[in-house]
């Protein structure tokens, strides 16, 4: 017969584990906090402790996303040394490269991608840390990023790119950077015929593909790729085409063409005037969107593209008042937009 431990020695055991247990969370914390400060010495002696280097509090944050965000270098790289998870993600998808990205610490971006950090890592956004960067004005992060190799042509959910954030933030530095890149501006459309470019991958290595010396479609290669005959959806696909490569004067033609075919196309009306906000005729711009809004006033996608084009002229209170209406009316675009320009990194 087994003989069965007394009861205050079974308690004894599981106190101590619980004891254990609640030390070794302890530590884990003071591991974040002392991250969060930059504090290496401390942080050396809590993983010499046996702090776990990779513990995750609250939303999926970890010690390397705080040191990332704070722009502690050097305690980064002591994480990392530890065996921290360089492409770890909190419950947002975020990583410590696009929150240091986010925050243009430069030299921290410099440490995680020499330790393998991935370069196009999207959060739950589809955001990336070049758009990040891009968005915030960070101009030396976004050259060690483009130079590392990071896609320029990634889009978020929504529709933010990099080149589109730095235009409409007034960046003209990193704009004519992620140019130089292959950066090219997409049409805004209609969510289920959005364009989406094939893939345009710079691979510098390999040499495969050359975005730089992409050519975009003229009118007449524009002609050569959609059939006949010329109804008012032709001219619109034409249109589409040629704004998904930057060409937006030629464009706004076929747009108008469209229109005059079918006064009663609010997609037409929508697209002209995403084109005219391009190239900066934003008073026409926004007529044009407004009377896609008359014929259609419970279309969220109008409203958010209006709203883009007053963000590119410049007025950003009723930019903000468009995408809140957009996103009220159910608008996955804008509610994406929203979310990603009020995200938080960790403390």
Not at 22 to 43: C, F, H, M, P, Q
Not at 212 to 230: L, W
Not at 244 to 265: C, L, V, W
């Amino acid at each position: 017969m087994k003989k069965c431990l007394p009861i205050t020695i079974v308690f004894a055991l599981l106190l101590a584990r619980m004891t254990v247990f609640a030390y070794a969370e302890d530590i884990n914390k003071e591991l974040l906090k002392a991250s969060e400060r930059g504090d290496t010495s401390r942080v050396k002696a809590l993983i010499a402790e046996g702090a776990d280097v990779n513990f995750k509090e609250g939303p999926g944050i970890t010690a390397l996303m705080n040191a990332s965000t704070g722009g502690h270098t050097e305690t980064a790289r002591t994480l990392i040394a530890a065996g921290a998870h360089v492409n770890a993600k909190d419950v947002g998808g975020g990583t410590a490269l696009i929150y240091a990205s986010m925050r243009g610490r430069t030299e921290t971006v410099k440490a995680l991608l020499a330790a393998g950090a991935d370069l196009n890592a999207e959060d739950k956004t589809a955001s990336t840390a070049l758009i990040n960067a891009a968005t915030e004005g960070h101009t030396e992060t976004v050259q060690v990023l483009v130079a590392g190799g990071a896609e320029v042509n990634l889009r978020s959910k929504g529709g933010a790119m990099a080149l589109m954030s730095a235009e409409m933030k007034g960046n003209t530095k990193i704009a004519e950077l992620l140019k130089k890149a292959g950066a090219i501006r997409a049409a805004l459309k209609e969510p289920d015929r959005r364009p989406h470019v094939t893939a345009q991958r710079t691979k510098r290595i390999t040499g495969e593909v050359d975005v730089q010396k992409t050519e975009r479609p003229k009118d007449d290669v524009a002609d050569q790729s959609i059939e006949r005959p010329k109804d008012s959806q032709h001219w619109l696909d034409k249109g589409a085409l040629c704004a998904t490569y930057g060409n937006d004067e030629g464009a706004i033609r076929h747009f108008k063409k469209a229109i005059q075919m079918d006064r009663k196309s609010r997609q037409a009306y929508f697209n002209l005037g995403i084109s005219q906000g391009e190239i900066g005729h934003y008073q026409r711009a926004i007529s044009s969107i407004e009377k896609a809004i008359e014929m259609d006033p419970a279309k969220g996608l109008y409203y958010y593209g209006r709203g883009r084009v007053y963000l590119l002229s410049g007025d950003k209170v009723k930019a903000e008042e468009d995408f809140e209406r957009a996103a009220e009316l159910g608008n996955q675009d804008a509610q994406d937009y929203l979310a990603n320009t009020t995200h938080v990194a960790p403390r």
